[in-house]
């Protein structure tokens, strides 16, 4: 299933449940527990998982545990560049969102930014985001 970054994160995490089951759910019919990093067999992808359970107005009765594969910012963001270039003078909001559209990443609030100097930024997914893991660190270059 592809991300539809038009949608949250729990919507997301919905569509996949939904995908994948033979009863369409709403984000009433559902608990998703925060993800958990999940360390992948061989041969697998997934590398989080969630539990899922069902409210007490849900048709479908349970709990059950779905694993998936959540965009590791320090893997696989690695075709993308690392060091980025910008005027003198450029606020550091603007330089977050010119490195997060050239990384098609369209939500912020899911990640934290820190600028560790003034010519780099580290972008990190918070520890409970459902898309996001990891992190990447970008040199910025000023001229």
């Known amino acids: 299933m592809l991300i539809d970054i038009t949608k949250t994160p729990e919507q997301n995490i919905l569509d996949l449940i939904n995908e ?8 009433n019919d559902l608990i998703i527990s925060a993800p958990v990093i999940y360390v992948p067999l061989p041969g697998e992808t997934s590398n989080t ?40 003078g450029m606020q550091r909001p603007v330089i977050i969102s010119n490195i997060l559209a050239n990384l098609n990443i369209n939500n912020r609030a899911y990640l934290d930014y820190d600028f560790i100097t003034d010519t780099s930024l580290k972008i990190s997914a918070v520890f409970d985001d459902y898309l996001y893991c990891g992190s990447k660190t970008f040199t ?3 001229e």
């Open 20 to 27: 994948s089951s033979e009863v369409v759910f709403t984000e």
């Open 140 to 142: 910025l270059v000023f």
């Open 49 to 88: 998982t969630v539990t899922v359970t069902a409210t007490q107005t849900s048709l479908i009765k349970g709990i059950t545990t779905v694993k998936y594969k959540r965009l590791d910012l320090s893997k696989d963001f690695e075709n993308y560049p690392s060091s980025f270039t910008f005027e003198i």
